[in-house]
């Protein structure tokens, strides 16, 4: 594979519904009310029902695993939550913009820099992914 230091990955747009939050609640344990319950969500500040963390880390991870074929060349993957994606119960849900771009390319790894954004707000910070060559 020849990359090179700016190469941008085919970006990605991808849904987040409630019915998706219950989903990955099962599949997770993670039955935090601020992920299905409007009511408890305001009530500690929210704008509404938001995704998992882990979910949105996952769903945006999809853009480098599509694009290598192979997610087991993933060594590294590590992000800062910067905003919630926010959730609402209109049918719709919510919507996830993704886009990547490769920042370091050596002997052994290629480091790819991801973006997230939702309703315009950045929602993952420092995303970086290092894929094995």
């Known amino acids: 594979m020849s990359i090179e230091v700016g190469f941008e990955l085919p970006s990605k747009t991808f849904g987040v519904t409630r019915a998706d939050l219950i989903k990955y609640a099962g599949a997770s344990l993670d039955f935090n009310l601020i992920h299905w319950n409007e009511r408890v969500a305001k009530a500690v500040g929210l704008p509404d029902v938001i995704a998992h ?9 999809q853009i480098v695993t599509d694009w290598i074929d192979d997610p087991a060349k993933v060594v590294d993957y590590q992000v800062r939550f910067a905003a919630p994606v926010v959730v609402p119960d209109d049918g719709v849900g919510a919507k996830v913009e ?6 370091e ?10 973006q997230a954004r939702s309703e315009g707000a950045k929602v993952l910070g420092k995303a970086v992914v290092i894929v094995q060559l």
């Open 53 to 61: 963390g882990m979910l949105t880390m996952g769903r945006c991870l």
């Open 98 to 103: 993704v886009s990547a771009k490769v920042v």
């Open 105 to 114: 390319v050596n002997a052994e790894n290629i480091k790819i820099d991801i």
